[in-house]
């Protein structure tokens, strides 16, 4: 009977403890002390506008805004808006002809594409992600050392290095049908620069 007794105590013991355990990490989770966190400080934000992609039409709209030098990180909000949904947008870094772009697409789908003069380097090829929304859909780009993690809607997409990733910051259309229009929000750059 006395061994009974402990072992009953022991089980509402370690039952209170994991109880105790799951509250605890349920408070931290909710807390966001696991979201991934940019790079540094906010430097700047800058409202975007709508942008209208015609039928069968791709093309990038450069900001007056570059990279900077140090560690940074950008975030891009935009959203589908209405028209053709067979369409990718998203952000690019780099130059007309050198540049690394970021797309989402209201089906579902999003890629990493490095494109240079004479060749394309996929660096994920165009796919479904579960993470990719609908309407609208937040682009996270930190870049490191050469060192590129990107993310869709705060969940991790891709990792890897790329050799040059200086210049301006665009935004991505494309149309593989008719024409469609896309909300784009607003972009951000954080950096380490103090």
């Known amino acids: 009977m006395a061994v009974m007794e402990a072992q009953a105590r022991w089980l509402r013991w370690l039952s209170g403890l994991l109880a105790g355990t799951a509250v605890v990490a349920i408070i931290l989770i909710l807390s966001g002390m696991f979201d991934p966190q940019p790079v540094g400080t906010l430097q700047w934000e800058r409202p975007l506008t709508r942008q209208i992609i015609p039928t069968h039409t791709r093309r990038i709209v450069w900001l007056d805004e570059t990279t900077p030098d140090e560690a940074y990180s950008l975030r891009l909000q935009a959203a589908y808006q209405s028209g053709e949904t067979d369409i990718v947008y998203g952000l690019a870094l ?15 789908y999003t890629g990493i ?17 579960p993470h990719v929304r609908p309407d609208a859909n937040e682009i996270w780009l930190d870049v490191i050392d050469g060192r590129v993690t990107a993310r869709i809607n705060r969940e991790w997409l891709w990792e890897g290095e790329i050799a040059d990733i200086s210049g301006q910051i665009g935004l991505v259309v494309e149309s593989f049908g008719e024409t469609a229009v896309i909300d784009f929000q607003t972009i951000q750059l954080l950096s380490s620069r103090q």
Request: net charge negative.
């Open 113 to 129: 594409a490095e494109v240079h003069p004479s060749f394309i380097i996929h660096r994920l090829p165009f796919r479904p992600w």
């Open 94 to 108: 780099g130059s007309d002809d050198d540049y690394l772009a970021v797309i989402a697409s209201p089906l579902g």
